[in-house]
């Protein structure tokens, strides 16, 4: 595991906030910096007391936020309609950007309903390509990538075992996902690698045993977990945990 940064925290309330004081900082760093903050949000359950958080005109980092320099990417997605509950965009649509002074032409959604997966991986990709002004060679520097931690080390859409892990050249893929025997979307491990900031947010006990392979596994020649390839000697991912998935450290 690269020299990872990991910060405990009280509790998922607690995780919400630190998660927006660092979104806030990114932001207001990213948008002094270079006129724009470029975010790829996770999908999950854990994100969303953040995404409420940015939104809520009662705390304190809504104002803080230069929202119309504030574009919005995704790290995944499922392949369902973007009015599926199960869906990364809306999960976020409902608690953010429906509610902060987003503008639409500043949301780029994973069209991930269409019938071929490949077909919308290669698009999202094509799109962050304009976007970024990038070669056919080159990845986009995201100032923020969010991640969360499935139990079994996942993130984003990088499952292990998956061709999707493995990829190198792609922004963007398509992998399935047997043991959810669904298809998704994902960027890949150099693509997250490549942003400024990347910040795993993790709360509960049932993430506790899979942040102790994470943090404690010796260098042994098992396979990495997928949120192990996350991070390079340079650019470490910040890693927000609170007690009750960190209790095993
Ligand atoms: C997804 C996410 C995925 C998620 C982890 C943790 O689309 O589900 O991208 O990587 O972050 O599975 O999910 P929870 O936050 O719900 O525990």
């Avoid at 359950?45 to 958080?53: A, D, N, Q, W």
């Amino acid at each position: 595991m690269v020299n990872a940064q990991i910060e405990t925290v009280e509790d998922k309330e607690q995780l919400a906030h630190r998660a927006a004081q660092e979104f806030v900082h990114v932001a207001n760093e990213s948008i002094s910096s270079r006129g724009r903050f470029t975010v790829a949000l996770s999908g999950g359950s854990t994100p969303h007391r953040l995404y409420e958080l940015l939104a809520d005109e009662t705390q304190p980092y809504r104002a803080q936020i230069a929202w119309r320099h504030t574009h919005f990417f995704w790290g995944d997605e499922r392949c369902v309609s973007p009015d599926d509950p199960q869906s990364n965009f809306r999960t976020a649509f409902d608690a953010l950007l429906s509610r902060a002074p987003v503008t639409d032409e500043n949301i780029y959604r994973i069209e991930a309903e269409r019938a071929d997966a490949n077909d919308a991986a290669r698009d999202y990709e094509r799109r962050l390509q304009t976007f970024f002004n990038l070669t056919d060679k080159e990845f986009p520097a995201f100032d923020l990538v969010l991640l969360g931690l499935g139990a079994d080390g996942h993130t984003a859409s990088l499952f292990p075992d998956s061709t999707a892990i493995k990829e190198q050249a792609h922004l963007v893929v398509a992998t399935w996902v047997a043991k959810l025997n669904a298809h998704r979307i994902t960027l890949t491990v150099p693509t997250i690698n490549h942003a400024r900031h990347i910040m795993f947010l993790v709360s509960g006990a049932d993430k506790s045993e899979v942040v102790k392979q994470i943090f404690m596994r010796e260098q042994s020649n098992e396979a990495a977990l997928p949120a192990q390839l996350i991070g390079t000697e340079t650019n470490a991912p910040r890693w927000i945990v609170d007690r009750s998935a960190a209790q095993l450290l």
